[in-house]
């Protein structure tokens, strides 16, 4: 209700079709979200977190193609910003660019050497490249500087090979709980993975605008029917996200 009212109060603020987008995305209701979104992406003058967070939406929903001109664009609006960067260097790693996106990251790993979606974006391009060593060392980094990251940090060691490790910077005990089934999955265990997420879709958590299902580690998953009626059950698009590599190039 809080967000419909800003661009009542003043539509011409990016920010205000931004909160909007995001309440509405975060309730599933994507169609509306994406048509708030693309009011706060044209305000003048231009904002470059309207763009990362439409940038981010569109990865989310659609394709990796549709969202990387945003966060291009974002850069260029802020070309201070990590963050920014950081999502340029993601999207050119997932449309197998890496030796571009390296360049990317290592300008946002310059720029804020803590940012969190930074250091998340370097361990993963490390640890598709093959170098598990380099992917450690950023995920270790994830969970000393932002102790409330250690799940996505789990995730990258467990997919390193690093199971023991993972275990234990999460606690054995809380790889059972629904916050951790990502980490589960990288173990290899998608029955916990898909129960976890069949439930927070039937409560409506915004687990799909948390992390996108493009993400490379969902891949081996993609072929499940279980997966198909997940991708159902949110409203996303099923061509995209269970095609072999969802909605990357």
Do not use: C
């Not at 109060?9 to 931004?18: L, M, Q």
């Not at 030796?99 to 790993?109: C, D, Q």
């Amino acid at each position: 209700a809080a967000a419909r009212r800003a661009p009542d109060a003043d539509s011409t603020i990016a920010e205000a079709h931004t909160a909007l987008g995001l309440a509405q995305q975060h309730r599933y209701e994507w169609a509306a979200a994406d048509a708030a979104y693309r009011k706060g992406v044209v305000a003048e003058p231009p904002d470059a977190d309207a763009q990362i967070q439409y940038g981010r939406f569109l990865f989310y929903t659609r394709t990796v193609r549709e969202a990387l001109p945003y966060f291009e664009r974002a850069r260029e609006l802020d070309p201070t910003s990590a963050v920014a960067s950081s999502w340029v260097g993601h999207m050119l790693d997932l449309s197998g660019r890496s030796n571009a996106a390296l360049v990317h990251l290592r300008r946002a790993m310059d720029l804020d050497s803590t940012n969190p979606p930074s250091l998340v974006f370097m361990a993963q391009a490390h640890l598709y490249a093959s170098r598990r060593d380099s992917a450690r060392y950023y995920a270790d980094r994830l969970s000393r500087v932002w102790p409330g990251w250690s799940g996505p940090a789990a995730e990258i060691l467990a997919a390193s090979g690093d199971t023991a490790a993972a275990a234990r910077l999460v606690g054995s005990a809380n790889l059972v709980t629904p916050g951790f089934a990502g980490v589960r999955a990288a173990m290899g265990d998608t029955t916990h993975w898909f129960a976890v997420k069949e439930r927070q879709t039937t409560e409506r958590q915004i687990w799909p605008t948390y992390t996108s299902l493009s993400e490379r580690h969902l891949d081996y998953m993609r072929g499940s029917a279980r997966f198909a009626a997940i991708v159902r059950s949110v409203g996303l698009d099923e061509k995209i996200f269970t095609a072999p590599k969802g909605g990357r190039p």
